[in-house]
């Protein structure tokens, strides 16, 4: 690869960004944890049952943070995955009377294919609405186990038999303790991989803002049925085990105030990390173990110890831990911020190796618009614009406010609904395409008001973007295959040197919400200019913006979007700086096309400055 | 061959970090669990591995006690519904067991050795039954469990019981199951099953009103007993009567539409299958909608706050127990009252549950007196089962058990209401 | 004919109830974005305190219903002072739900320890509770009518106070626009602890005139809680009269399926439906979707 003797150091060496790697320190105290808990289960065998539940609630919180957690889902039908793995496991063992060989992949299956039904209502509903029809479907699911008798033995029940593996048997107690600990590791682990890989990113980004991520190529309705997807197949594994400490099934355990637990608890330990969910289950397990000795004020203590700690750590325990965790740095290290970058200037980022053979002579994005027309109500906000682009130009787009030009973006990029006409992109026509599909055939957008991931960093906003063309599976990326690093490694590395390029590169690690107003603008054409599009549209990325600092964004737009020669459509209010960086303006009044054609005819035309300069 | 497996999983768990150190633990570990499903003499934990053959040679001869009795107290656990909407059974039946604890402490114990009980909530809850069952065996290293409330939560915690050789004694549980001798030898009520109750109903109804022009609805709890009390009556003489089912559910707030559908069916007798909260409500709604029928009450409904809470609407209502009314005049009964307000119970405490709950104790009193000084688990159930007609002063019939029969009692008693309070009307068996 | 009058009628009961604690959630929702999991509870508690005065401590019976609302508008405005009101500023819809539930599991155990498990009969005077009149075929419970006329008040009550006064214009303010309510200079912290202490007043109503119907028990408003919610929903939470409207339709609903519905699917029917619904509008039956998204 790089030659050593070379000056350059990578942007990303610079920023002293970590690379992922196959173990993290994460990884390290994850297993000592586990294994400190396996060792002991022995010793503290009169509490198997407490640390069983314990366990089996850590992995359903786990199951819990790949749907509430990352995509954001609020649900309260996870206790219909919880009772496929429960009822599953009582079947297998008593009527195949086979071991965990059997129920874990069946109840992982079966629940996952379930969970692809239950995701569909969150393609319709949001939050309290996804809330109440997934209550709906889990009191559905109660209902269908009391009446299938044959499945879940009714009202009364079934027994679950007997806990084997390959056939050999085991007691119960601490052995089923450890076995548990061994599932908990390989659910953590997988749902540790999601988070850092693109899945998990993408389930992140689809969260904070849905029409963003649509806009980076995400395919969000997949992503949000695949969430419940391997979020029901998790639980069911919590679920098998619970069979097993339980030993008989009965439908009426599984109704929604188990789900409400189950989200309450991760809730409390903080539902973005997998420490939230161990310190959540242990805080609805243990705090009534260890409360026994008091029990008719159980549930008084329960009540307000809950109350307390929301006041003191209402972003659950893990959010406290961590601010804590800070305040003794910041204690430690005075006020060093750490951002400072290495003094070595390295190579031009578009030189670098990871960005020069991105660099293309083939001019791409030329766009073909005909009848575009979008209607609200009776108003039309755009009426029947017709135009054309060529490939790699630089194209400006103007009009009052009201002209339609978001609009036609919208219609563009498939963000409105009731569009007409064609759009056709490097002769590939695209109007009957999907948000995320039209992203993926090369259109690139920023948003005239931010569509910015919270929660996400700078770093991440751009690997979202690089999403569009990495290509490991999600199923070699629940593993952490070796290819999956490998990608992600340079997935970070390009990353990098794009952040350098747009001068963003020592805020890598910031969230963006805490980025000045002109950073995050950058941001947001980052992550644009990450999908490698053919051509992007930049909506008013210069608003709100000094004039100096806009020309200076501007330039380094252009000259990436030269590097790859993608052609560029821009919003602008500022006309001068339009007509600094446009080949072509377009000018839009009331929907219409009023002109086209050079700056200079354009800021001619008398029309257009009635219509629009002149005001 | 299991460690060998167990090293295999330990080894994938934490990629071969100590693996030596999981097989030592492995052994104890397996140990430990069967240790504590073959022998109730040990306490479950891991050190008891040190008693040698030479001290069981001894602990012969002076007598090797049960878990949780020693010579001055002996500690059972009870898993409750204190929470939740079935928490006034659970305080019913405490209330109960402190009763029978004091009379028999204040009596100078049993061989000098007090009762003592834990008691802990469940909300109905089975994880939460489970949990506790493990508590009070393994950390609190109770005798038995004693006067639990549930099928449900019981079906879940029973297998534990058993295989830790701990007694579970007068639970109100009806469930088919728990009845099987050889799957629960530790296993001792004087509750017959919901299914009999229902049978007995069915046989009562056909003998005293024949079978001309009835017609017979049925209203049961969507849960394990639910079934089962249906079966009951289909398979009584009266099973060709019933035109109508329906159920409830533990949330429900009305009965409405189940009563206008007993409307629509025209029937003549309703077998609620509630608790008494419930019964009043259905009597109150079924007076709203005008349901004209016999009012059958379930176990659960013979109490006094039914009468309480439906007020005259629960006159003439029929009751089908296991036991005399709670409000009845029999001397035991009047000595259950008596001891009940003396430790403070209110008149709605007085029920079927905490009923049941003093009778078990008296039989619970004279098996730990027959089981002698050398309280075993062995001597215990036989104990149990060689009681013959014993006497409850009326509460139910003379109590009989033996090898083969755990519980002690088998009646099923029409009751009614008659000027506000319930009288008995007939006593037999299924 | 009057068979479906009666069962129309009986759903219209359950359907008030609902109704009204749709309304007492949709309230807080709409003017702070709070979901209060305790109004169940809370409500509960306003039964037991009435029939506490009552029957405990000898008051006459609207004397009693009288001092039990103040207690919950005055143990309202404490929960809301200390519990509620330090997290608001964070801004963040969860940690208060779950604060709503550690209070709903705290004061559902002080109502345990106070009042025990059993259930208990609220009196009302003449105990016309168990006064059937009989109109043709039709049956009707004397304290249904109560219920109706009850419910009614409320609602004029709670619509009178929206519409004609300065609190109602506060909350109408934030609801329609937070910032913008707040440039107006409307205090953000008078206008939610007033919305609170409504909502809590009407809540108790609700479990007042509810407790001779469902009698005095263990959290026995907690599931008319539940069915409120899933109305409010149907609704569409943000509106007032969507919630009400929700209430009235899921009663119906609830007694129309059971009779009509096969036993097996009985129960899960109006879910069902409420689902169905919220799949093809799923903001709710009341409320408009917002426009298009800007984006």
């Known amino acids: 690869m790089s030659d050593p003797i070379e000056k350059s150091t990578t942007a990303l060496e610079r920023a002293k960004i970590p690379l992922p790697k196959f173990l993290k320190k994460n990884h390290y105290f994850g297993f000592l944890g586990i294994l400190l808990v396996y060792l002991l289960a022995g010793t503290y065998s009169e509490y198997s049952q407490t640390i069983m539940n314990t366990i089996i609630f850590a992995i359903i919180g786990a199951s819990l943070i790949v749907v509430f957690g990352m995509a954001g889902q609020l649900t309260l039908g996870h206790t219909i995955f919880v009772a496929a793995g429960v009822f599953l496991s009582a079947n297998i063992t008593t009527v195949w009377t086979r071991g965990l060989e059997t129920e874990l992949p069946i109840a992982f299956g079966v629940a996952f294919l379930l969970g692809l039904i239950v995701g569909f209502p969150s393609l319709r509903v949001n939050e309290l609405y996804l809330a109440l029809a997934t209550f709906a479907v889990a009191f559905v699911g109660v209902q269908v186990l009391f009446e299938w008798k044959q499945f879940s033995g009714g009202g009364s029940g079934k027994p679950v038999g007997k806990l084997e593996l390959f056939g050999y048997e085991f007691s119960r107690g601490p052995t089923l303790v450890r076995i548990a600990l061994v599932l908990m590791l390989i659910t953590f682990w997988i749902v540790g991989n999601y988070q850092d890989g693109r899945t998990g990113r993408s389930w992140n980004a689809l969260r904070t803002s849905e029409t963003a991520a649509r806009a980076a190529g995400l395919p969000v309705a997949w992503l949000k049925i695949l969430c419940f997807g391997i979020g029901g197949g998790l639980a069911a594994i919590g679920g098998v085990l619970y069979a097993h400490t339980l030993r008989y099934a009965i439908p009426e355990n599984y109704g929604v105030s188990l789900s409400i637990i189950v989200v309450l608890a991760l809730i409390i330990g903080g539902k973005h990390r997998l420490m939230g969910a161990v310190l959540g289950a242990a805080f609805v397990k243990w705090l009534p173990e260890l409360s026994r000795d008091v029990q008719e004020y159980e549930g008084l203590i329960y009540g307000g110890t809950l109350i307390i700690l929301t006041l003191i750590a209402p972003d659950g325990l893990v959010g406290m831990f961590e601010w804590l965790g800070e305040r003794v740095k910041n204690l430690k290290n005075g006020s060093e911020d750490g951002k400072t970058l290495s003094a070595d200037e390295g190579t031009a980022p578009l030189e670098s190796q990871y960005l020069a053979p991105l660099a293309s002579s083939e001019a791409k994005g030329s766009l073909i618009v005909r009848d575009a027309a979008v209607a609200f109500g009776g108003v039309k906000a755009v009426d029947g614009v017709s135009f054309e682009i060529p490939a790699g130009g630089v194209t400006g787009l103007i009009g009052s406010n009201g002209a339609g030009k978001t609009t036609l973006f919208n219609a563009i990029t498939g963000h409105v609904k009731g569009a007409t006409g064609q759009f056709i992109l490097d002769g590939e026509e695209i109007s009957q395409k999907p948000i995320h599909n039209r992203a993926l055939s090369g259109l690139g957008r920023t948003f005239q008001n931010l569509n910015l991931h919270d929660d996400l960093n700078v770093l991440e906003h751009a690997l979202l973007g690089l999403d569009r063309n990495m290509k490991y599976g999600r199923i070699a990326e629940s593993f952490r295959m070796p290819w999956v690093l490998r990608e992600e490694k340079n997935a970070h590395y390009v990353a990098a040197e794009l952040l350098d390029h747009m001068d963003l590169l020592e805020y890598w690690n910031e969230k963006v919400e805490d980025l000045p107003y002109g950073l995050q603008k950058r941001v947001d054409v980052v992550r644009a200019l990450a999908t490698n599009p053919s051509i992007l549209l930049l909506d008013e990325p210069a608003a709100g913006l000094p004039t100096a600092e806009a020309l200076e964004m501007m330039e380094k737009v252009q000259e990436y979007a030269n590097h790859i020669s993608a052609g560029v459509l821009i919003i602008e209010h500022n006309v001068e700086l339009v007509a600094g960086v446009s080949d072509r303006i377009i000018v839009l009044d009331a929907g219409k096309t009023i002109a086209d054609g050079t700056p200079e005819e354009v800021t001619r035309n008398e029309q257009v400055i009635a219509a629009y300069l002149g005001t | 061959m299991k460690s060998k497996l167990w090293k295999l999983l330990a080894i994938f768990a934490v990629l071969g970090l100590i693996a030596v150190g999981c097989g030592d633990d492995d052994d104890s570990s397996s140990s ?284 003439g209502a029929y009751g089908v127990n296991v036991i005399s009314s709670a409000t009845g005049d029999k001397p035991g009964l009047n000595a259950y009252r008596e001891a009940m307000f003396a430790a403070g119970a209110e008149e709605a405490q007085i029920s079927t549950a905490s009923l049941l709950a003093y009778t078990g104790g008296l039989v619970l009193e004279e098996m730990l007196t027959r089981a002698g000084e050398c309280l075993t688990v062995e001597s215990f159930v036989a104990a149990g089962e060689s009681i013959k007609d014993f006497d409850t002063g009326g509460i139910m019939r003379p109590l009989n058990f033996s090898e083969e029969n755990h519980l002690g009692n088998n009646d099923v008693i029409i009751l009614q209401v008659q000027n506000g309070a319930w009288e008995e009307l007939v006593v037999g068996q299924e | 004919m009057v068979e479906y009058i009666q069962i129309a009628w009986q759903g219209l009961v359950s359907g008030f109830a609902y109704a009204l604690i749709g309304l007492a959630l949709v309230m807080v929702y709409k003017t702070a974005r709070i979901l209060n999991f305790a109004a169940g509870t809370m409500a509960g508690i306003s039964g037991f305190l009435a029939h506490w005065w009552a029957a405990e401590q000898d008051m006459p019976f609207g004397v009693a219903i009288l001092f039990a609302m103040i207690m919950t508008g005055a143990g309202t405005y404490v929960v809301e002072r200390l519990t509620v009101r330090p997290l608001v500023k964070l801004g963040d819809f969860l940690p208060i739900v779950i604060m709503t539930l550690g209070v709903e599991e705290f004061l559902a155990n002080v109502s345990l320890l106070w009042w025990g498990g059993t259930a208990r009969r609220y009196r009302v005077p003449g105990d016309i509770d168990r006064i059937n009149w009989l109109i043709g075929d039709f049956r009707l419970n004397a304290w249904h009518l109560v219920v109706a006329i009850t419910t009614f008040v409320t609602l004029s009550i709670v619509g009178y106070i929206i519409n004609q006064t300065e609190l109602g214009l506060g909350m109408k303010a934030f609801a329609e626009d937070q910032d913008a309510a707040k440039l107006m200079g409307i205090k953000e912290s008078t206008v939610s602890i007033w919305t609170w202490v409504l909502s809590a007043l009407v809540g108790g109503v609700t479990g007042i005139v509810f407790a001779p119907v469902l009698f005095l028990q263990q959290d026995y408003m907690n599931i008319i809680f539940i069915k409120g919610f899933v109305a409010a929903i149907l609704g569409g939470f943000l509106s007032l009269s969507g919630g009400v409207a929700g209430g009235l339709l899921l009663g119906e609903l609830e007694a129309f399926t059971i009779k009509w519905a096969p036993r097996e699917f009985a129960a899960a029917l109006p879910v069902v439906i409420v689902f169905i619904v919220l799949l093809i509008r799923p903001h709710g039956l009341f409320t408009r979707e917002k426009g298009h998204e800007r984006v």
């Open chain 2, 32 to 315: 430990s669990s069967s240790e504590s499903s073959s022998s109730e003499s040990s306490s479950s934990e891991s050190s008891s591995s040190e008693s040698s053959s030479s001290e069981e040679a001894a602990a012969e001869e002076e007598c090797e006690l049960a878990r949780g009795v020693t010579d001055d107290k002996i500690l059972f656990g009870s898993s409750q519904p204190m929470t939740g909407n079935l928490a006034a059974l659970g305080e019913q039946a405490v209330l109960a067991m402190e009763v029978t604890r004091d009379r028999i402490n204040e009596g100078g114990g049993i061989y000098g050795r007090m009762i003592e009980f834990i008691v802990q909530d469940d909300a109905y809850n089975p994880e939460k039954t489970v949990a506790n069952a493990q508590y009070f065996i393994e950390q609190e290293n109770v005798f038995a469990i004693w006067a639990s409330i549930g099928s449900a939560t019981l079906k879940a915690a029973l297998p534990l019981h058993d295989e830790s050789n701990t007694p579970s004694l007068f639970p109100w549980a009806q469930d088919l199951s728990f009845y099987d001798v050889n799957n629960h030898p530790l296993f001792f009520s004087v509750n017959p099953p919901a299914y009999a109750q229902t049978k007995g109903f069915g046989n009562y109804l056909v003998d005293n009103f024949g079978t001309d022009g009835i017609k017979v609805g049925l209203m049961t709890i969507n849960s394990v007993d639910g079934e089962q009390t249906v079966q009951g009556y289909k398979d009584s003489s009266g099973g060709d009567l019933l035109v109508d089912e329906q159920t409830w559910e533990r949330d429900s707030t009305t009965y409405g539409p189940q009563i206008l559908s007993f409307i629509d069916s025209g029937v003549t007798d309703v077998y609620v299958g509630t608790g008494d909260t419930q019964f009043a409500q259905f009597l109150l709604e079924a007076d709203q909608l005008g349901l004209e029928a016999r009012f059958w009450g379930s176990t659960g409904t013979i109490s006094a706050n039914t009468i309480e809470l439906a007020g005259e609407l629960s006159e």
